[in-house]
């Protein structure tokens, strides 16, 4: 039986993190990304929401030390 889920496209930049990083650890890529998604979501309560709206370009890390030089 086909599976039909929604696969979602990845920035070019966190395939290529995913494969290098998947590459250290011998594992698939995919299996990483999975593993990785649900340490994350496994952090997350009711009351806190599972994802965080971004204005940032994708792939770009905000800068989290606001007014550091």
């Given at each position: 039986m086909p599976r039909n889920l929604y696969s979602p496209r990845l920035s070019d930049d966190v395939v290529r993190l995913l494969?290098?990083?998947?590459?250290?650890r011998r594992i698939p890529m995919t299996r990483?990304?999975?593993?990785?998604?649900r340490q994350s979501l496994e952090q997350t309560t009711p009351d806190t929401p599972v994802l965080h709206l971004c204005e940032d370009e994708p792939g770009?890390?905000?800068?989290?030390?606001?007014?550091?030089?």
């Open positions: 494969y290098r990083e998947g590459q250290r990483l990304a999975d593993d990785l998604l770009v890390i905000p800068n989290r030390q606001a007014g550091a030089a």
